[in-house]
């Protein structure tokens, strides 16, 4: 079965400082690779995706991630936070073979201070 | 536009009843999902189901139940409500054969007194 590692529990940053959201899976076979972003209040929305092609995926508000496959990585990027970017963050992994089952990392709290 | 409604958001009940949260989403997914999120455990899988007719256990399905008799609905139950299931309840779908990406509801929120 596979895992997700998020190595964050809670961030705090000021405005116009960069992020990065570390994600590791473990899972023997190929997957596709996902960041979820959570509104105060609201329910989970799909930041970005990967799973083909260039290991630098580019989401929604900025924000990036690089996969990794010899370190079984994807790590989430932002160059510069704005206090908008407060939310939980969820990595998600989906094997390949059984896509749409995916298992979820315990999640980050990012707090950006204005 | 497409969606996935869950009802009701907010629901109290007492220990030992049955409470059934209803999840209903337009976007012809065969894939469907319950995920309950609680603090320091993130999302973790209760029931799933990949189309009509289809059921099977997540990781915490233990005291819930799911059914699918058509492709828009997956209603779960909760058999006897216990203390131990107050949380926040998420219905997901995402396409079958695709790449996993889901979409959410916005959540219901139980309370088990």
């Known amino acids: 079965a596979q895992s997700v590692s998020q190595h964050n529990h809670h961030v705090i940053l000021s405005e116009a400082a960069s992020l990065e959201l570390g994600c590791n899976y473990s899972y023997g076979g190929t997957v596709n690779l996902f960041w979820y972003v959570q509104y105060p209040g609201q329910h989970l929305q799909l930041l970005l995706k990967y799973f083909s092609g260039d290991p630098l995926v580019k989401g929604i508000k900025g924000f990036e991630a690089e996969f990794i496959k010899s370190k079984f990585s994807f790590n989430l990027r932002k160059p510069s936070v704005q206090w908008s970017d407060t939310a939980e963050y969820f990595c998600?992994?989906?094997?390949?073979?059984?896509?749409?089952?995916?298992?979820f990392g315990d999640g980050t709290t990012l707090t950006v201070k204005p | 536009d497409a969606e996935i409604t869950q009802s009701p958001r907010h629901k109290i009940t007492e220990t030992g009843r049955q409470v059934t949260l209803a999840c209903h989403q337009t976007w012809n997914h065969n894939n469907m999902f319950w995920y309950r999120q609680d603090l320091g455990h993130g999302l973790r899988l209760i029931h799933y189901s990949y189309g009509v007719q289809d059921t099977n256990k997540g990781e915490v399905s233990d005291g819930y139940s799911v059914s699918r008799s058509n492709t828009e609905d997956l209603p779960l139950t909760l058999e006897s409500a216990a203390s131990s299931q107050t949380s926040v309840y998420f219905c997901?779908?995402?396409?079958?054969?695709?790449?996993?990406?889901?979409?959410f509801g916005q959540g219901t929120r139980l309370t088990v007194v």
């Open positions: 997901a779908s995402s396409e079958s054969g695709g790449t996993g990406e889901a979409f």
């Open positions: 998600a992994v989906s094997p390949n073979t059984n896509a749409g089952k995916s298992t």
